[in-house]
């Protein structure tokens, strides 16, 4: 008798455990579908028995996300590609006064938008990678760099050196060159007395 009941016993702890074990696995499965941007909370009833919830596609619920190393790499590439043309022009960006470090940052989130899909632009990821690529090819410490953009409606200057990294960024992608009028060098000469 004794033997039976903890026999039942072990076998109902065994289905508890299994049964968490498989509730621990869909939860884990549903939070990285969420992360990933493929089950939005709004679309996923979780009261609802799983054969019935209603999951769209992921192309229908996402909205286009920042792909963040490929934006990365075309950031690097037209900093760089500005920075070389600054410094044949007789600009060290590096060396530079923080007021043409904050007006090159400007720029570089101007570039930065062009690239990114609309709705993310002016997000608070954006302005972190602007902030670590700024830091890295410009050299104003990132702190600086994310207080310029916060910042970026109050000043006029930095207003006209973000348009022209919107319009350099985008002739760029589009034909490989950045046009002088739209150039880093030509939006911070332009608004600072060098």
């Not at 299994?18 to 009833?45: C, N, W």
């Not at 990365?72 to 043409?100: F, M, W, Y």
């Not at 760099?145 to 350099?168: D, F, K, N, P, V």
């Not at 760029?172 to 009028?181: D, I, L, T």
Request: charged content about 15%; aromatic content about 6%; overall charge positive.
């Amino acid at each position: 008798m004794v033997y039976g009941v903890v026999a039942i016993t072990q076998i109902g702890l065994l289905l508890l455990v299994g049964l968490l074990g498989v509730r621990v696995y869909s939860l884990s499965r549903q939070e990285l579908a969420q992360a990933h941007g493929a089950i939005t909370p709004s679309k996923l009833d979780v009261h609802a028995p799983a054969n019935k919830r209603r999951e769209t596609p992921a192309k229908d619920t996402t909205p286009m996300a920042l792909d963040r190393a490929e934006l990365c790499s075309k950031l690097h590439i037209l900093a760089g590609l500005q920075e070389r043309d600054c410094q044949l022009k007789g600009l060290n960006l590096t060396e530079a006064p923080q007021a043409v470090q904050t007006y090159a940052t400007a720029w570089l989130y101007g570039a930065s938008c062009s690239l990114c899909p609309k709705v993310v632009r002016h997000s608070e990821g954006l302005a972190g990678l602007v902030a670590g690529i700024a830091s890295r090819k410009i050299g104003i410490r990132q702190s600086d760099a994310i207080q310029t953009l916060s910042t970026l409606t109050s000043s006029s200057i930095l207003l006209a050196c973000y348009r022209a990294g919107l319009e350099g960024a985008e002739f760029w992608e589009h034909n490989h060159h950045v046009p002088a009028a739209s150039s880093l060098y030509d939006a911070v000469t332009s608004n600072a007395f060098i």
